[in-house]
Structures are given as C-alpha cells and as structure tokens.
C-alpha cells in the first residue's frame, strides 16, 4: 500500500476519535456518570441493533472488578474482511471511524438518535483500553486498542462455528470524572430494554462484589409485562393489561395500557427503544385516540348526556399506565433533547390503531370498560372541585408567592438567576443552615419531617399540607396547569437531607412532589441535591472530610505512616457547626452538588414506592441493596 495514502487517512480517522477525546461532552453529553454509562447503552444498543435486525437473541454484559465492562452478544459479529473504501477490516472501521456503525450496517430498525447511535468508535476513544472478539465465518477473531488506536492488528485466533462479537472496555480515568458503574443504573435501563424487545434475553452480571451478583431479563409479554411491572404495586382496575400491535409501512406500533386506582398518570413512550421524554407524533396519536374512543364509548352507553362536557384528557389518564412503543426506519428526533419524536405519518398510524383496538375492547369487556368511564368521571369531578378549592386558596393568597412563608430565611438578591434555596430536613438542621449562608443569594427553606406523599394522596390534601403550601409559594412557580417556570423566584433548589434513611425517605418524598406537581422544574435543570460528608478525618492541626467510603479509605492511605488521626462519622446534618456545613456543603466553590434528571426522579419514585408502601418485602430487599447507602439504619 502506498505510504502517502494510508497516513493520509490514517491521519483523518485520529483527528476524528482525537475530536472525541478532546470534547467528550459533544458526544456523550457529560464526563459524570451519566456519561460514563452512556459508554455501555452505546455498545449494547448495537447488540439490540443486531436483536431488531432479527440475528441476535442473547446479550451479557458485566461489570468486572477493576471497572472494565464486557458486552457480549450472539449475532453475526462485526465484519471482518476489508471495507473497500478504507481498506481497513471492518471491525477496525467500526471502532476507529465515527458513525462508521450504521454506513455499513445492514437495513432494518436502529437504535439510533438522542445521545446515542454515534457508535462504538466514539467508546473507543473514551477508554484507556478495548479489547474485541468476533467470532465470525468460522473463526474468532481479535484486536486491541488503548485510547483509540489500534495497538494490535486483527488476528484470527481459534475456530468456532458460533457467531457474535464480544468488547471489553475500560473507560478511560483522564476523560471521565468517576468510571465506577452503579447496577441499579444499568440493571434500570437493561430491564427496559428488554421489555422493549420481546423475548429478548439480557443477562447482567456484577464481579465487583464478595457474593458475585446476577439478574436475568427477560419478558415473553414486552411491553404488556413492562405495564404490569409499572403497576406491579398498584390495585389495577381490571386484571390484564390492553394491546394492541400493528405493523405498516409506517413501521411498527405496539400499545399496552392498565389503569389503576390511584391518582398519577405514567404514560411512557418509545421511538427505536429511545425514551421519548418529549413526547412527539406517536404519543399524541395515542393521546387524541384515547380521548376520543372514551368519550365516544361514555356517550354510546348514556353515562355522558347529551348536555354534559365531555371528559378531558388528563380525566382519562388519571390513574394510567401505559407504554406506546414505535419502530420506524428513519425516526427524526426533535426538541431541546432530541427526544421527541417528529415523524408525521406516526400519529395517524398510532391513533387509527388505539381508536380500533381500544373500541373493540371496550364493546367486547363491559365490565372493565364501566370500571374505566367511571374512573374519568370521578376524576373530572374532583378536578373541578380541586380547581375550586386552589381558587379559593389563591384568593386567600396562600398559593401566591406575596405572602411567603413564615418558615423561609429567604435572600436579598431578586435575580433568579442567581439565587438558589435549600430545602432543608428539619428546624435544626434549618437553623444551622440560616446562619451558614451566604444570605445575598441562599434563601433557607426548613422542612419538618416526613412531607406528605403527594402519590398516595389527592390533590386538595395535598394543597392543604403546610410543606407543601409553603414549597409552592416559595418557589413561585405555580403547579401542574398553572406551573410557570418564568416565575421561578430561585434557579437552583437544593434538597439537604441527612445521610440516613429517613434522609432518603425525605429525599423521596421531595423528588415525587417535583415529579407529580413541577416536572418542568426538573426538565430545566433547576433541582439539586446537596452531597454533605460522610466523615471527618482530623490528624494534628488539619482535617479532611469524606463523602463516600473510598474517599475514606483514600484519605487514610494517604497520611503519613504512624500518623495519629480520628474519625468522625456524621449521621445528620446536626452534627455539623454551621461553619462546617458551609464549607463542606454549602459553600459554591468547595461543594459537590447532584443534578437531577428526569430519570432519577422515576428512579426515586420506584425506590420511594418500594421504601413506603405496605409490603415488608420490597422494603427488606432496598434496604439490603442498599445497605451502604443506609448504614446508619441501626445505629
Ligand atoms: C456492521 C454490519 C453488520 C453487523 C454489525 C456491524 C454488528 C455490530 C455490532 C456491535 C456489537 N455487536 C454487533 N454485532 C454486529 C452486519 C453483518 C452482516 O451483514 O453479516
């Protein structure tokens, strides 16, 4: 091969994953953790691309001891011989040259859009190391890299009549900002994609541990066993949920839905296994059908008259869970996200199949289908009620932020910009707080005890709460139809609550409240959660805190041999002196601060779910799982 050429292009695929490494943030979107997990959907949703394309039936991933990840899967393996236009063997293409993946890929349904679909290559560029196996045309084959570049070429190693591809990667330390995985994190979304992908088996394994943990995913029902899951620790309103599926030249289109009795709608939607946050074209299919054919079906049977208004949207979905899930060739993601999806031909697609399937089911199960009219008639009613008493409350001034409440150390600047508030567990830990700030732009706001939970309760319990009322007026904002975001009096709020477990209760219980009542204040970015120390290390004069366990551990490798040193482990936020609390927690330039996503909201609802609820055994499990985090349970 002639020199000049082959450096030529050598020179190009560099700049491409150097690109990478040099602005991680582009293509992952951060370095955190959130980032770092990125590194493992990408792999895996190339597996899923193979389980779509109809080649791949089984994917195992696992965590090894020293952080390396390896994804295996059974489908046909990377390519192995020469791609023409590189004259590179296609393995090396697909981890050195970015979205390489789909231009060489078959056709079919891909995982692609949002932060992911831009292929293997860019995890290549993000770790110290990478390690390939494909077992291809009757051979395994193997190649390595450190940091992107190749440092073996591909070599066939052994035979094998089985075919599939195997990557073990080490995500690289210099880019990200931790490279420990969390199982829940992935057991989460691994779950998920399973249940998006029938019979799709997902086994996920874990050697970080003494006792090695493993979990298998797999759901013959899809999506109708995800809805069951979802409402797994809910009373269901009728026992099995409703499907309806469909394939066309639009793509595919799956539907399963089960109302139950509670207050809160779960309507999650997927394009290409992506979670459309947003929203988009299928959802709103769904959404106008849904309300249609109930109202349509209230009016057939005579439970609405001819004068009444008929039922809303948000009427009908009280109570709803359900998961609309599309596969299209070409899906165009939209919004500030990318994840709303955009194609126009999905709605009509969607809402011509749930106005059929969901008709037929109503007309074929009279029982469950008065159950369900029932349901939405109740909530239209109580919503008026509801509506009346906020109207009421506003006119009282209690909602509004005029009146602030008594409780709030609020702060002298007025730009909300630039100002933050605490939400702080407890009077004390309040106190402290109050005379730790900076009062120009920290605004205290102490919460007594638990919160109400605004999932198990309606909507006039839950404005009557004195918490509640005074988070909302606070904060500004309004909630639900009224919610404002323009009128947010503070863009950072922060929830400090102690590191024990009535400390995640109270976390919970605030995050649900965000959930349920402010979403928008979380798609904005705006909810934080104060990280305070774990310990204290005093040696001599000096001290350091600590904030997990290995910091600990770090912390006392690091001193002098012989060096006499203390411990202190803080079980609240009251055992810190106001200075204390200011420079490990609160102050903005030594502090850590978690932001909180859409995701870790769910997250914190499904745990709250499993901490609360009136089964012991769920509660028994969390606390085990979680045993490091919950430490301090007894003592
Ligand atoms: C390109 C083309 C083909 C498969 C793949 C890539 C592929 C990539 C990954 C990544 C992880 N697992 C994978 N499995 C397959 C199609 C090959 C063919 O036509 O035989």
């Known amino acids: 091969m002639p020199e000049s050429s082959y450096s030529g292009k050598d020179i190009q695929v560099l700049e491409g994953l150097e690109a990478v490494r040099k602005r991680p943030g582009m293509y992952i979107g951060t370095t955190g953790p959130k980032g770092l997990h990125h590194l493992v959907y990408e792999v895996v949703d190339n597996s899923v691309d193979e389980a779509l394309a109809g080649y791949c039936k089984n994917i195992d991933i696992a965590i090894h001891q020293d952080d390396s990840v390896t994804v295996t899967d059974d489908?046909?393996?990377?390519?192995?011989?020469?791609?023409?236009?590189?004259?590179?063997?296609?393995?090396?293409?697909?981890?050195?040259?970015l979205h390489a993946g789909g231009k060489f890929g078959g056709s079919g349904y891909k995982v692609s859009g949002g932060l992911h679909g831009v292929g293997v290559s860019v995890v290549n560029a993000l770790s110290s190391r990478l390690e390939i196996e494909v077992k291809r045309d009757g051979s395994i084959w193997e190649m390595a890299f450190e940091r992107g570049k190749p440092v073996a070429s591909l070599k066939a190693t052994g035979k094998s009549k089985a075919t599939g591809t195997k990557i073990t990667f080490w995500a690289d330390p210099e880019v990200f900002e931790t490279t420990e995985f969390s199982w829940?994190?992935?057991?989460?979304?691994?779950?998920?994609?399973?249940?998006?992908?029938?019979?799709?088996?997902?086994?996920?394994?874990d050697e970080r541990e003494l006792e090695p943990r493993k979990e298998e995913f797999r759901y013959a029902g899809g999506i109708i066993d995800f809805v069951k899951y979802l409402n797994e620790k809910k009373e269901s309103l009728h026992s099995r949920p409703i499907y309806f599926e469909s394939e066309g030249p639009e793509g595919v289109a799956e539907v399963a839905l089960q109302w139950n009795t509670g207050y809160s709608e779960t309507v999650l939607a997927f394009a290409n296994n992506i979670n459309t946050h947003e929203g988009g074209t299928h959802l709103d299919g769904f959404k106008n059908a849904l309300t249609r054919t109930i109202n349509d079906y209230a009016r057939r049977q005579g439970i609405l008259k001819e004068k009444d208004e008929n039922l809303s949207g948000e009427d009908i979905r009280e109570g709803l869970t359900a998961v609309v899930s599309v596969k299209l060739n070409e899906p165009q993601f939209e919004g500030q996200t990318k994840t709303k999806l955009g194609n126009t031909e999905m709605r009509s697609f969607v809402?011509?199949?749930?106005?059929?399937?969901?008709?037929?089911?109503?007309?074929?199960?009279?029982?469950?289908?008065?159950?369900?009219?029932?349901?939405?008639?109740?909530?239209?009613?109580?919503?008026?009620?509801?509506?009346?008493?906020?109207?009421?409350?506003?006119?009282?001034?209690?909602?509004?932020?005029?009146?602030?409440?008594?409780?709030?150390?609020?702060?002298?600047?007025?730009?909300?910009?630039?100002?933050?508030?605490?939400?702080?567990?407890?009077?004390s830990a309040g106190g402290s707080a109050k005379q730790a700030r900076d009062r120009g732009f920290q605004a205290i706001l102490p919460l007594r005890g638990k919160i109400l939970n605004v999932e198990k309760a309606g909507i006039n319990r839950a404005l009557s709460s004195e918490e509640i009322q005074a988070m909302i007026t606070a904060l500004g904002t309004g909630i639900q139809e009224e919610f404002d975001l323009e009128q947010a009096r503070y863009h950072k709020v922060i929830i400090m609550t102690?590191?024990?477990?009535?400390?995640?209760?109270?976390?919970?219980?605030?995050?649900?409240?965000?959930?349920?009542?402010?979403?928008?204040?979380?798609?904005?970015?705006?909810?934080?959660?104060?990280?305070?120390?774990?310990?204290?290390?005093?040696?001599?004069?000096?001290?350091?805190?600590?904030?997990?366990d290995k910091e600990l551990q770090a912390a006392l490798r690091a001193l002098p041999e012989s060096t006499k040193y203390t411990i202190q482990r803080y079980k609240g936020l009251g055992e810190m002196n106001p200075e204390q609390l200011w420079e490990t927690t609160m102050d903005p330039d030594r502090r850590t601060l978690l932001q909180v996503s859409l995701d870790d909201a769910m997250a914190a609802e499904e745990a709250f779910i499993d901490l609360m609820g009136d089964q012991v055994e769920p509660r028994k499990l969390f606390i085990q799982r979680h045993a490091k985090s919950v430490r301090f349970l007894d003592v």
Not at 76 to 90: C, E, F, L, T
Not at 500 to 527: K, P, Q, S
């Open 75 to 97: 489908g046909r393996g990377i390519p192995v011989d020469s791609v023409p236009k590189y004259k590179k063997s296609g393995v090396e293409v697909a981890l050195t040259i």
């Open 184 to 205: 829940d994190t992935l057991a989460s979304r691994m779950r998920e994609t399973a249940f998006l992908n029938k019979n799709l088996k997902i086994t996920l394994s």
């Open 351 to 427: 809402q011509s199949i749930v106005t059929a399937g969901l008709a037929e089911y109503l007309e074929e199960n009279p029982k469950p289908a008065r159950a369900i009219v029932s349901k939405s008639t109740q909530a239209a009613k109580a919503r008026a009620a509801a509506r009346k008493a906020r109207e009421l409350t506003r006119r009282k001034g209690l909602l509004e932020s005029s009146t602030l409440p008594g409780k709030l150390a609020d702060c002298s600047v007025r730009e909300a910009a630039l100002t933050e508030i605490y939400l702080v567990e407890g009077d």
């Open 498 to 548: 102690d590191a024990d477990v009535d400390g995640a209760h109270i976390r919970c219980l605030i995050l649900t409240f965000f959930y349920r009542y402010m979403r928008e204040m979380i798609d904005a970015g705006y909810i934080y959660i104060a990280q305070p120390p774990l310990y204290k290390v005093a040696y001599g004069k000096k001290h350091e805190y600590a904030y997990t």
